[in-house]
């Protein structure tokens, strides 16, 4: 069909007359696509005994104002004053079941006043909401990532303190412990701590807890474990051995200076790969100290161009031009190529803290109360979850299990899904008494919307 230019261009150029009159217009019409969600998972009601010993000490239930935290993560937004542009949308309104919305000094005072129950509760809440989506999966294997991530402020806020911090140097931070399944690409659960702790203060706990929640939930399920060099220690592997747990471990070579020699008295390298980048050699080994020996897989790995780093480093590792060594630590059996690309997996778990971090705002730290910052973290971790849940629940997984143990699912980040549905203007009318959302007629919108709700 031809169309003329005419059809195409207009002359208009003249500003509109602005009128701010009240109306029932939204801005997230996609929100209605969450509100079934959240009514799937009776997210409310278990919002609501989470927070049940804390009673209603004010016009606000607690669990309502969690509710709030979740709509204001998911709508992309940081501040807790960020509330003050959309606090007159009706659908949100509606979505959370209020007329008025908390201002910014009710929701900041909720957050001083929960407690270390509450937090335990919402732990519980998020881990069982995983628990029953990967029941569903049915997975045979399933594949546990241990990994801290800094979270940091310039506030005095109770339990942070200054600590390792690439970032900001100097700043006061926490530095959390998170447990996150490869499968799914959410996360399980989290260690709170302040930011001047190594990565593996309290991880030999946090890891046993979480192995045994999963056994309990998922009995037949084979479990793998996935750490960097941080949490390299004879108790970790003795742990994940004796829990039947297949693992691999980086070792740190600053630590053992046996095995520098080990590399670089090596003569002969193994191909893994048929290019021969990858090459490997292996062979049961332990540190003096430790009872037994395991699987130790050395590396090798073709690296064409500067090596960058400090220069001391060479004291402890092994150098050599053009190559990069890695040792790890592994009771799997499987093939020397398989073990490490499982290893090397590993390194989705950055794509996600970045995920997390930048959309669902988890390094975001709004209170000086230790106990209100960690509920914010933990509904930053929840409304991810939920990003992921409705995912799942919308379609098949479009991959099977690959040796770098990638998501069975092609996820789309929260901030697309805002751009593409959420973040659209409608219209609430009431024709006949029916409460009906009016969107305007994109095709692509509304098959979006209509296949998450049909789902």
């Not at 801005?27 to 609501?48: E, I, M, N, T």
């Not at 993560?73 to 940081?78: A, H, I, S, T, Y």
């Not at 957050?111 to 335990?120: A, K, S």
């Not at 220069?311 to 190559?323: C, H, R, S, W």
Request: glycine share 6%.
């Amino acid at each position: 069909m031809r169309v003329a230019k005419s059809q195409i261009y207009t002359r208009a150029s003249s500003l509109p007359t602005l009128r701010f009159e009240d109306q029932e217009l939204t801005s997230y019409a996609g929100l209605v696509v969450f509100q079934k969600l959240f009514a799937r998972l009776q997210l409310k009601q278990r919002l609501r005994q989470a927070c049940a010993h804390l009673g209603e000490r004010n016009l606000y239930h607690p669990a309502v104002m969690v509710q709030v935290l979740l709509v204001h993560l998911l709508l992309g937004f940081r501040k807790l004053r960020d509330i003050e542009f959309y606090q007159d949308d009706p659908l949100v309104q509606r979505v959370l079941g209020l007329k008025i919305l908390p201002s910014v000094s009710t929701l900041s005072r909720t957050l001083m006043e929960f407690d270390e129950r509450t937090v335990e509760a919402h732990h519980a809440l998020n881990r069982n909401l995983v628990l029953e989506r990967l029941q569903q999966l049915s997975l045979r294997r399933m594949t546990l990532d241990f990994d801290g991530s800094v979270s940091s402020t310039t506030k005095h806020a109770q339990g942070s303190a200054v600590g390792f911090n690439p970032q900001k140097k100097g700043a006061r931070s926490y530095y959390p412990l998170f447990c996150t399944v490869a499968q799914t690409g959410q996360v399980f659960d989290v260690l709170h701590r302040s930011g001047n702790v190594h990565d593996s203060r309290g991880a030999l706990a946090f890891v046993r807890q979480c192995v045994e929640r999963i056994r309990t939930a998922l009995p037949r399920v084979i479990l793998e474990v996935r750490m960097d060099s941080a949490f390299f220690s004879d108790e970790m592997v003795e742990l994940l051995q004796a829990a039947r747990v297949e693992f691999t471990i980086s070792v740190p070579f600053e630590r053992f200076t046996e095995l520098k020699g080990l590399v670089q008295g090596r003569k002969t390298w193994w191909p893994a790969t048929a290019d021969g980048t990858l090459r490997y050699f292996e062979k049961p080994w332990k540190p003096k100290c430790w009872t037994r020996s395991y699987r130790f897989v050395f590396i090798r790995r073709a690296t064409p161009g500067q090596q960058k780093g400090p220069l001391q480093l060479d004291l402890f590792e092994p150098t050599e031009a053009g190559f990069d060594f890695k040792v790890i630590v592994t009771n799997k059996t499987a093939w020397t190529l398989k073990v490490v690309r499982f290893h090397e997996g590993r390194g989705q778990q950055e794509h996600l803290f970045a995920e997390l971090k930048t959309q669902a705002h988890l390094d975001y730290i709004p209170s000086r109360s230790w106990a209100g910052n960690k509920i914010y973290l933990l509904c930053a971790m929840l409304v991810h979850n939920l990003g992921r849940e409705l995912q799942m629940g919308a379609r098949d997984a479009q991959r099977g299990t690959t040796e770098r143990r990638q998501p069975l699912w092609l996820f789309q980040g929260l901030e697309i899904l805002r751009r593409k549905f959420i973040q659209r203007a409608g219209r609430l009318t009431r024709p006949n008494g029916l409460v009906t959302l009016t969107l305007s007629a994109n095709p692509a919108v509304e098959k979006a919307i209509q296949s998450y709700l049909a789902a």
